[in-house]
Nanobody
Framework: QVQVVESGGGLVQPGGSLRLSCAASGRIFRIIAMGWYRQAPGKQRDLVARVTPVGTTHYLDSVKGRFTISMDSAMNTNYLQMSSLKPEDTAVYYC??????????????WGQGTQVTVSA
């Protein structure tokens, strides 16, 4: 049993910034990676950014240079700092956690989603 709790979404003007937070708790043996996906109405869910405990990162091409993902391994928490936001960034953002529940069992968990709206 793992809970994934997200926070930080909201309404922001174009060019503004938001920081999303995601904390995982419960049956966690080891975190493999944590990341964020986003989904706009009528669109597929896309990977936005991912980070590993050793600091490896991956970004959607359209957010490179604007978004930064980081991780606090001791707290099983990650942060997505979003800057220079554009209307096309508007979506529900979902935290995803790839983890080991034990030495032999891997699982993926999702947060409930947090709305990010970029509008003047």
């Amino acid at each position: 049993q793992v809970q994934v709790v997200e926070s930080g979404g909201g309404l922001v003007q174009p060019g503004g910034s938001l920081r999303l937070s995601c904390a995982a708790s419960g049956r966690i043996f080891r975190i493999i990676a944590m990341g964020w996906y986003r989904q706009a109405p009528g669109k597929q869910r896309d990977l936005v950014a991912r980070v590993t405990p050793v600091g490896t990162t991956h970004y959607l091409d359209s957010v490179k240079g604007r978004f930064t993902i980081s991780m606090d391994s001791a707290m099983n928490t990650n942060y997505l700092q979003m800057s220079s936001l554009k209307p096309e960034d508007t979506a529900v953002y979902y935290c995803n956690v790839d983890l080991m529940e034990s030495a032999t069992a891997s699982r993926n968990y999702w947060g409930q989603g947090t709305q990010v709206t970029v509008s003047a």
